[in-house]
């Protein structure tokens, strides 16, 4: 059973970045994205990118502020967040859409205003 490992989230102000990466275990196949949930509320889907990186998918509160991209070499599946709003605090985690995997502790992102 393929384990994911989420890191880089923290503590930053409004305006800033993060990137984020989640390290699995082996291969993963297929599309993979990045949830997140927010205290309080339900996880939902925030970005997911295909095997070939070619197709690309955001939900309209983080498109033009987040990237999502994978490097199948390493395993590794990475979210760069730019212009962080405080609504953004979530505790972040990646799994494959539809989801496979058993979910990591996911990262911990706190945008201060």
């Known amino acids: 059973q393929v384990q994911l490992v989420e890191s880089g989230g923290g503590l930053v102000q409004a305006g800033g970045s993060l990137r984020l990466s989640c390290a699995a275990s082996g291969r993963t196949f297929g599309t993979m994205a990045w949830f997140r949930r927010a205290p309080g509320k339900e996880r939902d889907l925030v970005a997911a990118?295909?095997?070939?990186?070619?197709?690309?998918y955001y939900t309209d509160f983080v498109k033009g502020r987040f990237t999502i991209s994978r490097d199948n070499t390493k395993n590794t599946v990475y979210l760069q967040m730019n212009s962080l709003k405080p609504e953004d605090t979530a505790v972040y985690y990646c799994n494959s859409r539809p989801v496979s995997y058993s979910w990591g502790r996911g990262t911990q992102v706190t945008v201060s205003s």
């Open positions: 990118v295909n095997w070939s990186g070619t197709t690309l």
